[in-house]
C-alpha cells in the first residue's frame, strides 16, 4: 500500500536535474547522456528537447515567471533557453566555472543564476548583462548544490566538504555595480574582476553535523529551516536565528547515500528520495518516517517538488515519475442545494445558493493524520455522514452532523462508529454497506453498526457505490454490476472499464458512470447506456437541471448529452470536482478543497437538447438571444439530420441553397437561387421541384434556364394549351424550326406544324400532314408549290384522316401544384414568418422541460399563495380578544394509556384512539369538531361564543371532521388504517398531538377579500353570502398565537361591518324597489351605510352613492356633507371635481328637503335588525360573537344578522389554546 | 431463497402494487414457483375485490389447504348477506384448526397462509380477539407479523405493534416487509415527523424494479400527515392518473383538497364525487355517522325566536 500516486512516468537515460514549470503542467529533466527534455506531464508528451550540452546536464532550473529555462553541464558551461516552442533556443552560454556544473537556479526576483559547481565555488551571474556578478568560496571540496532563499538575501549550500553553509548576499544587491533592469542593456558591467566580489557576500553560518558529503541543502519557503541531505545516509533539519544556526534533528532511514530531500509545499512533510532505491515522506515536527516508496532497480538522483502544488518529481538510472503524496480529490456529497465535503481534516457544509460554509465536524482522530478521507456519503434522513478513509487498509466511519454548530465543532471519535473497509455508502436511510475488498464480501450494516445482510458479490468488486433503491453498483475491472440487495441478484451488468466515481441525476433517472477515459450514461436499470470516450482523464461530473451531464477531465470541462453527444464548454488550468451545476455557474471544489464557482455559457448543449427533444421553442429562444450558433452548430444540425432547422440560421447563399433543397423548402430554395442566380442551381432547383410536384418552380427555372424544350413538355404535362401557344410564338420569333414543330405537335396544332414543314422545304412531309388531316386546300397549296399536282403523288398511298390529337385536358393542372412532399410550414417558418426571430411577440419560453403533470397542483398552490395578499388591512381596532380564556379550564387530561406490561396476543385491549387525545388536549371547539366530538364541540362554542344555532354549521362541521382523518391499507384486505392528520406533526406523544387546522385563518382572510371584490363589484347578495359564510367558517380556525387571535378578531369585526353595510345597502335597494314613496328611509338607510366601518375604496362607493341619492333628494346640505367626508379619502380627480360641485351647490343652497333620522354629530352604532341608529349613551346589546349591536328589546333573540347566536347572550370568549 | 420471478412477484404484491401483479403472466404450471405466484395472483384479486377473478384463478376441488383459505377469503369478501359471509368464516375456522392435524395438503407455508387468510378475514369481520389468537403469538412468518401489527394499530395499540415489530427484527433478516411494517407503525405514531414512513415510500418509489401507484398513494398520504398538502396532492394525482378510480386515492385526495388552500367549493365538490362513488368507503361511513351525530348533537339546544316572531 502506497499513497504515492503515480501521475506520470518516463523511461530515459539517467536523469540528474529536474524542475516544474510554476503555472504550466511542464517537467524539465537533465540527462546524464546530455540532453535536456521538456515534458508536458499532464498530457504525458515530450514538448521539447535541448541538445547542446557535452556530457552529462545535473542542474536544471525554470525562471519562475518567464519563459526560461537555466541549465548547468559537465562541459563546464551554463546555458540560458527560452522554453517558448515558437522561438526556442539557446539564449547565451555563461562561460567561468573551472568543472562540473552540480546545480543552477534563478533568483525569485533579481535577474541572477546562481550555480554550484565542483571547482569548489558558487557563482553568481547576471543574466541580463551575461556576467558573474559574484563568486562565493570558502567550500573545500565539491559544491553539490545552491539555492537562493526564496525571500530573504541568503543562500544555502551543501559540499562535499560535509558542510551546509549559508552566505548572506545582501551586499550584492545593494552595491553591485552590475544590478540593472532588464531594460538597463547591461552595459554598466564594467571588467569582471573577482577580487570585488568577496565584498558583498560572505560566509555567514557554517553547519557542521554530517559525517560525510552532503549532497542537497535548501531553504524551507517561509519557517527559518534548513533540510541537507548526505551521504551518511541522514537527512539533517537545520534551525536559522538572525545571528546563529544549529542543528534540530536527524532523519535516519535511508541505507544509502540521500541525494535530495525537499519540503512539502503545503503540509509539515519531507520528502526525500536516495541511492537506496526509495522515496520517503517524513513528518516535520516528529521526524519520523511515514511512508517508502520503493523501486526495484533505480537508484534516485533527484527529487524536486512543485513550488505550490502537492507534486513531486523524482530522477532515478532510468528515467523519471512525477507523483503525488496524497489524493487532492476531496470527499464530498451533494444533498440538494447543500455540498458537504472534507476540507483539511473537517467536515463542512456549503450553500450553493448563499455560499455559507461552515464546518461541521472534525475528522482529525480518523485514520492517518497525513491522509485525507477518501469519499463521503451523506445521509438526509438521519443527518450523518459515511466516510472512508485509506490508511490502515481501508476504514470508515459513521458519524452523525450537528443539527446546529455553535461554538467548538465536536470530532467523530465522539460518538462516530468505525469499522474496516475499502468502500462505505449509504444505501438506505437506515443502512450501510462496507465493502472488503479482500475477503470480497460487502456487508449491509444497520446505524448501530450490526451486521443486517452479508453479501457475497458476483464479480470481483472493487469499489461500491448507491444503485438506487434497495441496489448497489459494483464496479470490476471489466463491467460495471447494478446488483439487487433484497434479493441478491444482479439486474443488469454493463462493460467499462473500472468505474471510480458515479453521478445520480437530480430525479435519480440516469446515473453518470464514470471511469479513468470513459463515461457511461445508463438509465436507472441500466437497460440503456451511451458511452463518451476521453483521451484525457476524466476527474468529475454533475448533472445540470436539464438533465445534461457536465463532467470535468484535467483540462476541460465538457458536456454529454445522454445519448452521447458531447462537446467542450470552457477549458481549466487546473483540475477542479464539479460539485453542482445550476443555470450558468457551476459549483467545484478546487484541488485544495475551497468550493469556486465558474460561469459558463449553457447555450450549445442547451440548443442541442432542445432539438434532440424537439422542443422548438426553446430552440427559438435560444436562437433569438444568442448568437453562439456558428459554422459548428450548423453543420451539427445538417448532420443529425435537421437541415431545415439548420437553413433558419444559415446567411451564406449557396449553403442556404443547399440546405433548401436538402430539406425541400422550394421557396427558400427558389429565393436564394435568384440572388446566385447559375445555370446549375436552376437545373438544381428544377429537378426538385419537378420531384416534388411544384412545377410552378420548374417552370420559372427552365424559363431562367432558357430551356425551351423541357418548358414545351412541361406545358404539354400540366396541360397549359395558352402557354403552349406562347411558347409556339417565341419559337417563331426564334426561328428554331425544331422547337416550332414540337410546339406545334404538343399544341395540336396542325397548320403549324404543316407551316414548320414548309419552312424548312420539307414539302412532302407537309403534305402529307396536311393531306392526313384533311386540309385538301393547304395540301394543294403545297402541291403548287412545289410545282407539282395531284397526279404526280398518285404514288404515294392513300391515308385516311388521322383521328391521332393531343389528349385533351381532363383537370387543369396549370393552376394547380402537385401536393408537396412536405407542407414545409414548421414550427421555425410560422415564427419566422411572424418575425418573432426578430424578437417581435415573445415567445413563452419554458426553460427544460415544462413542468410535469403531476406537479402542476403544487405550482397552482404556490401560484394562489401568490395571489392572496392581504389588500388593505382594516384599519379598524377591533375590541380586543379576551386572550387569556379567563373561567374556561379543562380537565385535566389523565395520564394515557398506563404503562402495562401487557403480553402480546389476542387478549389484547383497543387502546385511547388518536381523536380522544385530540378531545383531551385542546380546549377549541374545531379540534373537538375534527376528533368528531360535536357535542363537546357544541358545548365548546356555546359557552365560548354563545352559538345556539349551529344547524347552519353542519357542512363545516363535516367538512373539517372528513380533512381531519386519511386512510391507507397497507397489507392487502384488510380494512384500511383510520390516519389521523396531525397540526404538529413533529409531535408524537399522545398528551401533546392536535389535529390539523382544515381551515386556516388566512384562508378565511383570502376569502375575506374576495367579498370585498365583489362589493366593489357590485354583486351585493354574492358579497352578503360570503361575509355570512366567512363569519361561519371563523368559528372553527385554530389560532396559534396572541397575534392570530388579534387577526382572527380583526376578521370578525371586519366581515361583520361589511354584512351590516351590505345587508342596508340592500334593503335600501329593496325600499327603492318595493316602496319607492318612502324617501326618508331611503335616505336614511344610504347615510347609515356610510357609518360602518369600509375599507377606504368601499367607503368611496358608500358615500357617492349616498351622495347621489341625497342629491336627487335636494337634502343638499347632508350631500355637502357626504361630499367632504369623500374628498378626505382623496379619490380620483375625476371624482374630486364632483365632489366638489356638490358641496359648492351645498352652499348655495343650505337646505335638506325631507328631515330623516340622522344625526351625524352624535356617534352612534347601527342596530343589524333594524337598521336605526342606536345613539351614544342608549341602551343596547350585542351579538356574543360578532359583537353586532342591536337595541336592547332584542336580547334573547336570534340574531338575524349572522343566525348562529342568541343576542345579549353570556360568552367566554375563545381560549388560548397556544 | 425465492427464485427472483417469485420474489418480483411477492415484492409487487407486497408493495401494493396488485394491478400489474394480476397482469403479469403466472409461471408454467410444473415450476417451483407456480404454486405460490398462483396464490399471490389470487389473493391480489382479492386485494381488488375482484373476487370473482380470483375464484376463478383458483382450480375447483384443490385440497390445499392455502388454496382453499383464499377462496374462503374471496368468498367472504365477495359475501352479499351475513349468512354467506358467516359461512366463509366458518370454513376458515375448520382450515384453521385442520392445519394443526398432521395429514395436510400443503407445507409449512401454506400453513402459515391460512393463518394469515383467516386472520384478515377474521379482522375485517370486526372479531379482533379470533384473528389475534389463529395468528398466533410466536409466529415467524412475516405476513403474519404484518396482519398483526395492523390490527393492534387499528385497536390503538401501537405499544403491542412495535412490541411486535421489535420482535420480529430479531429473526427477519432486513426483509422489505419487515420494513413496510416498520413504516406503518411510523403512520401511526408519528414518530420524528413521519420521517422514516415517508423515506420508506419515496425510496421505495425510486425502486427501479416495480412501479405502483400505491406508493405514491401512500407517500401523498404521508405527506398529508406531515402537512405537506402541495406535495402530497401532486402525489394524489400522480397515482390517480394511474388508477383514476382507486378509492383509496380519492379518499386521501378528498383530504387533500380539504386542507390545501384552494377554495372550500372546490374540496366540497370533490368529496360529493367520492360520496356517490364510493358509498362504501370507511371514510364515507364514517362521515354519515358523524353527520347523524350532528342531527342528534343539535337538538340539544334550544334556538331563541327569531326577531319578528314575537
Known amino acids: 500500500m502506497s499513497v504515492m500516486l503515480t501521475k506520470f512516468e518516463s523511461k530515459s537515460n539517467r536523469v540528474k536535474g529536474l524542475a516544474f514549470h510554476p503555472t504550466q503542467p511542464l517537467l524539465a529533466a537533465a540527462l546524464h547522456n546530455g540532453s535536456v527534455q521538456l515534458w508536458n506531464y499532464r498530457m504525458g508528451v515530450l514538448v521539447d528537447r535541448f541538445e547542446e550540452h557535452e556530457g552529462p546536464v545535473r542542474g536544471v532550473a525554470i525562471h519562475p515567471s518567464r519563459a526560461l529555462l537555466v541549465t548547468g553541464g559537465d562541459d563546464y558551461k551554463i546555458k540560458v533557453w527560452d522554453i517558448r516552442p515558437q522561438n526556442r533556443r539557446c539564449l547565451f552560454t555563461l562561460h567561468g566555472h573551472l568543472d562540473y556544473l552540480r546545480t543552477v537556479q534563478f533568483h525569485h526576483e533579481m535577474p541572477w543564476i546562481i550555480s554550484a559547481s565542483d571547482d569548489q565555488t558558487i557563482r553568481i551571474w547576471n543574466s541580463t548583462s551575461r556576467q558573474c556578478i559574484a563568486i562565493l568560496t570558502g567550500h573545500s571540496h565539491y559544491v553539490m548544490s545552491a539555492q537562493f532563499h526564496p525571500k530573504d538575501d541568503l543562500v544555502v549550500s551543501a559540499s562535499m566538504d560535509q558542510t551546509v553553509r549559508v552566505w548572506d548576499i545582501s551586499g550584492l544587491r545593494k552595491g553591485s555595480p552590475n544590478q540593472s533592469g532588464p531594460s538597463g542593456g547591461g552595459s554598466a558591467a564594467g571588467p569582471g574582476n573577482f577580487e570585488t566580489y568577496d565584498n558583498f557576500s560572505s560566509v555567514k553560518y557554517v553547519l557542521e553535523g554530517h559525517d560525510r558529503g552532503v549532497n542537497y541543502a535548501t531553504f524551507h519557503p517561509t519557517l527559518p529551516l534548513i533540510i541537507s541531505a548526505a551521504d551518511d545516509r541522514v537527512i539533517k533539519i537545520w534551525r536559522m536565528s538572525e545571528t546563529k544556526a544549529w542543528e534540530v534533528d536527524s532523519c535516519r532511514g535511508h541505507f544509502n547515500n540521500v541525494s535530495t530531500a525537499v519540503f512539502h509545499p503545503k503540509h509539515e512533510l519531507i520528502v526525500s528520495c536516495g541511492e537506496d532505491k526509495t522515496v520517503r515522506v517524513w513528518d516535520l515536527t516528529k521526524r519520523t518516517a511515514i511512508q517508502t516508496f520503493r523501486r526495484e532497480q533505480d537508484r534516485f538522483w533527484v527529487l524536486a517538488s512543485h513550488p505550490n502544488l502537492n507534486l513531486f518529481a523524482a530522477g532515478h538510472d532510468s528515467g523519471l515519475i512525477v507523483f503525488k503524496l496524497e489524493r487532492e480529490r476531496p470527499a464530498f456529497s451533494v444533498h440538494q442545494n447543500t455540498l458537504y465535503y472534507i476540507r483539511d481534516k473537517y467536515v463542512r457544509s456549503y450553500d450553493f445558493d448563499s455560499g455559507a460554509d461552515v464546518g461541521l465536524l472534525s475528522v482529525r482522530k480518523f485514520g492517518s493524520p497525513y491522509i485525507p478521507p477518501r469519499t463521503l456519503s451523506f445521509n438526509p434522513a438521519e443527518k450523518s455522514t459515511l466516510i472512508t478513509i485509506s490508511s490502515d487498509n481501508g476504514l470508515y466511519e459513521i458519524a452523525g452532523l450537528p443539527q446546529q454548530v455553535q461554538g467548538e465543532v465536536k470530532d467523530s471519535s465522539v460518538d462516530g462508529k468505525r469499522g474496516n473497509g475499502q468502500s462505505a455508502i449509504f444505501v438506505a436511510r437506515n443502512r450501510f454497506a462496507v465493502l472488503n475488498k479482500t475477503t470480497q464480501i460487502i456487508e449491509v450494516r444497520d446505524l448501530s453498526n450490526s451486521v443486517v445482510k452479508t453479501i457475497k458479490p458476483p464479480v470481483q468488486t472493487n469499489e461500491i457505490f448507491y444503485g438506487g433503491t434497495a441496489s448497489l453498483i459494483l464496479s470490476s475491472p471489466t463491467s460495471v454490476v447494478l446488483y439487487d440487495i433484497q434479493q441478491q441478484k444482479v439486474i443488469a451488468e454493463i462493460n467499462s472499464p473500472p468505474v471510480k466515481y458515479i453521478v445520480w441525476s437530480g430525479d435519480g433517472a440516469l446515473v453518470a458512470l464514470m471511469s479513468k477515459h470513459t463515461i457511461t450514461v445508463a438509465n ?114 445538417q448532420q443529425k439530420g435537421f437541415p431545415e432547422i439548420a437553413l433558419h440560421f444559415v446567411q451564406d447563399t449557396n449553403t442556404r441553397f443547399e440546405l433548401a433543397l436538402e430539406c425541400g423548402n422550394l421557396d427558400v430554395a427558389m429565393e436564394t437561387a435568384k440572388t446566385i442566380d447559375r445555370v446549375d442551381c436552376w437545373n438544381r432547383l428544377a429537378q426538385q421541384a419537378l420531384k416534388q410536384g411544384n412545377h410552378k418552380i420548374v417552370e420559372k427555372c427552365y424559363q431562367q434556364t432558357k430551356n425551351f424544350d423541357k418548358l414545351s413538355f412541361l406545358y404539354l404535362a400540366t396541360g397549359s394549351t395558352e402557354k403552349l401557344s406562347k411558347m409556339q410564338k417565341i419559337a417563331n420569333a426564334r426561328g428554331d424550326p425544331m422547337s416550332r414543330f414540337h410546339n406545334a405537335l404538343y399544341a395540336g396544332d396542325v397548320e403549324a406544324r404543316i407551316a414548320v414543314l414548309r419552312d424548312v422545304g420539307l414539302h412532302p412531309l407537309a403534305y402529307l400532314t396536311a393531306k392526313t388531316n384533311g386540309l385538301n386546300d393547304l395540301a394543294l397549296e403545297i402541291l403548287e408549290a412545289a410545282g407539282l399536282s395531284e397526279a404526280d403523288v398518285d404514288d404515294v398511298p392513300k391515308f385516311p384522316v388521322s383521328s391521332l390529337k393531343p389528349p385533351p385536358i381532363i383537370t387543369t393542372t396549370t393552376p394547380l401544384n402537385w401536393p408537396s412532399v412536405q407542407a414545409g410550414e414548421n414550427f421555425f417558418d410560422r415564427a419566422l414568418v411572424n418575425g418573432v426571430l426578430e424578437g417581435g411577440t415573445e415567445a413563452s419560453y419554458g426553460n427544460g422541460d415544462a413542468g410535469a403533470a403531476g406537479a402542476s397542483s403544487a405550482l397552482d398552490a404556490w401560484a394562489r399563495d401568490e395571489e392572496v395578499h392581504e389588500e388593505i388591512d382594516p384599519e379598524e381596532g377591533g375590541w380586543e380578544l379576551d386572550a387569556d380564556g379567563g373561567d374556561f379550564e379543562t380537565e385535566q387530561a389523565p395520564d394515557a394509556a398506563p404503562a402495562e406490561d401487557e403480553e402480546l396476543g389476542a387478549g389484547a385491549t383497543p387502546g385511547a384512539s388518536e381523536v380522544e387525545h385530540w378531545v383531551r388536549n385542546s380546549p377549541l371547539a374545531v379540534d373537538h369538531v375534527a376528533a368528531g366530538s360535536f357535542d363537546t364541540a357544541m358545548q365548546l ?8 344555532n349551529f344547524a347552519a354549521l353542519k357542512p363545516l362541521f363535516l367538512s373539517i371532521y372528513r380533512s381531519s382523518h386519511t386512510y391507507l391499507s397497507p397489507v392487502a384486505s384488510l380494512p384500511p388504517l383510520q390516519l389521523h392528520v396531525r397540526r404538529n406533526p413533529e409531535e408524537s406523544a399522545p398528551s401533546r398531538v392536535l389535529p390539523i387546522a382544515a381551515c386556516p385563518l388566512q384562508s378565511l382572510r383570502s376569502e375575506l377579500t374576495e367579498g370585498y371584490r365583489a362589493v366593489s363589484g357590485n354583486k351585493l347578495a354574492e358579497a352578503q353570502g360570503i361575509f355570512k359564510s366567512v363569519l361561519h367558517a371563523l368559528l372553527l380556525v385554530v389560532l396559534a398565537s396572541d397575534d392570530e387571535a388579534k387577526q382572527w378578531r380583526e376578521t370578525v369585526t371586519a366581515a361583520r361591518e361589511y354584512l351590516v353595510g351590505v345587508s342596508i345597502e340592500l334593503e335600501r335597494r329593496r325600499i327603492v324597489e318595493q316602496e319607492p314613496d318612502n324617501v326618508r328611509r331611503n335616505l336614511e338607510l344610504a347615510a347609515y351605510f356610510t357609518h360602518c366601518q369600509l375599507q377606504p375604496p368601499h367607503m368611496q362607493i358608500a358615500l357617492r352613492s349616498a351622495i347621489g341619492v341625497f342629491a336627487k333628494a335636494n337634502n343638499n346640505v347632508h350631500a355637502a356633507k357626504f361630499a367632504r367626508r369623500l374628498l378626505d379619502l382623496k379619490p380620483d380627480p375625476k371624482i374630486v371635481a364632483q365632489a366638489r360641485q356638490r358641496i359648492a351647490a351645498g352652499d348655495r343652497n343650505p337646505t335638506n328637503a325631507i328631515d330623516i333620522a340622522y344625526d351625524d354629530f352624535t356617534p352612534f352604532e347601527i342596530c343589524a335588525a333594524t337598521y336605526t341608529p342606536i345613539y351614544k349613551g342608549s341602551p343596547s346589546v350585542h351579538c356574543p360573537y360578532t359583537n353586532a349591536t342591536f337595541l336592547s328589546e332584542f336580547k334573547g333573540k336570534l340574531d338575524p344578522l349572522v343566525g348562529l347566536t342568541e343576542i345579549g347572550a353570556p360568552a367566554s370568549g375563545l381560549p388560548a389554546a397556544w | 431463497m425465492d427464485s427472483s420471478e417469485l420474489y418480483h412477484v411477492k415484492q409487487q404484491f407486497v408493495l401494493g402494487a396488485y394491478t400489474s401483479l394480476v397482469k403479469s403472466p403466472l409461471p408454467d404450471p410444473n415450476s417451483p414457483d407456480y404454486h405460490l405466484a398462483l396464490l399471490y395472483q389470487a389473493r391480489a384479486y382479492i386485494a381488488l375485490n375482484d373476487t370473482t377473478s380470483a375464484l376463478n384463478l383458483i382450480p375447483d376441488g384443490t385440497d390445499n389447504v392455502a388454496l382453499k383459505a383464499a377462496a374462503s377469503l374471496a368468498q367472504y369478501i365477495a359475501a352479499k348477506d351475513d349468512t354467506s359471509g358467516e359461512a366463509a368464516l366458518e370454513e376458515l375456522r375448520d382450515l384453521a384448526v385442520e392445519i394443526e392435524g398432521d395429514d395436510v395438503q400443503g407445507t409449512e407455508r401454506d400453513k402459515e397462509l391460512v393463518r394469515v387468510l383467516a386472520g384478515t378475514a377474521f379482522a375485517r369481520a370486526g372479531e379482533i380477539e379470533e384473528a389475534l389468537e389463529s395468528l398466533g403469538t410466536e409466529t415467524e412468518d412475516l405476513e403474519a407479523v404484518a396482519v398483526i401489527v395492523q390490527i393492534y394499530l387499528s385497536i390503538n395499540r401501537p405499544d403491542l405493534a412495535k412490541k411486535e415489530f421489535d420482535r420480529a427484527k430479531r429473526w427477519a433478516e432486513d426483509d422489505l416487509l419487515l420494513q413496510l411494517i416498520e413504516s406503518s407503525i411510523g403512520l401511526v405514531t408519528g414518530k420524528d415527523n413521519y420521517s422514516n414512513t415517508l423515506s420508506f415510500y419515496t425510496e421505495q418509489i425510486g425502486n427501479p424494479s416495480l412501479t405502483s401507484p400505491h406508493l405514491l398513494t401512500a407517500r401523498g398520504v404521508t405527506r398529508i400527515l406531515r402537512n405537506e398538502i402541495p406535495e402530497a396532492r401532486s402525489d394524489l394525482e400522480e397515482s390517480l392518473g394511474q388508477q383514476p378510480q382507486d378509492a383509496e386515492s380519492l379518499a386521501a385526495f378528498t383530504v387533500a383538497a380539504g386542507l390545501g388552500a384552494g377554495k372550500r367549493s372546490e374540496a366540497a365538490d370533490a368529496w360529493s364525487k367520492f360520496e356517490t362513488e364510493h358509498p362504501s368507503h370507511p371514510l364515507v361511513i364514517d362521515v354519515t355517522n358523524k353527520a347523524a351525530l350532528f342531527d342528534e348533537a343539535v337538538t340539544k339546544f334550544t334556538v331563541p325566536p327569531a326577531i319578528g316572531a314575537h
Open chain 1, 941 to 948: 362554542l356555546n359557552r365560548q361564543l354563545g352559538i345556539t
Open chain 1, 524 to 637: 436507472k436499470t441500466f437497460s440503456q447506456h451511451s458511452l463518451v470516450h476521453e483521451t484525457i482523464r476524466i476527474k468529475s461530473g454533475a448533472w445540470d437541471d436539464a438533465g445534461v451531464f457536465i463532467y470535468s477531465t484535467l483540462n476541460h470541462v465538457k458536456y454529454c448529452l445522454a445519448q452521447g453527444d458531447h462537446g467542450v464548454i470552457c477549458t481549466l488550468d487546473n483540475p477542479v470536482y464539479l460539485t453542482r451545476v445550476k443555470g450558468k455557474t457551476i459549483h467545484c471544489l478546487d484541488r485544495s478543497a475551497r468550493p469556486r464557482t465558474i460561469t459558463f455559457d449553457p447555450t450549445e448543449y442547451r440548443f442541442k437538447l432542445a432539438l434532440l427533444r424537439n422542443n422548438y421553442e426553446e430552440m427559438l429562444y435560444i436562437i433569438k438571444t444568442s448568437n453562439l450558433l456558428g459554422q459548428s452548430i450548423i453543420a451539427y444540425l
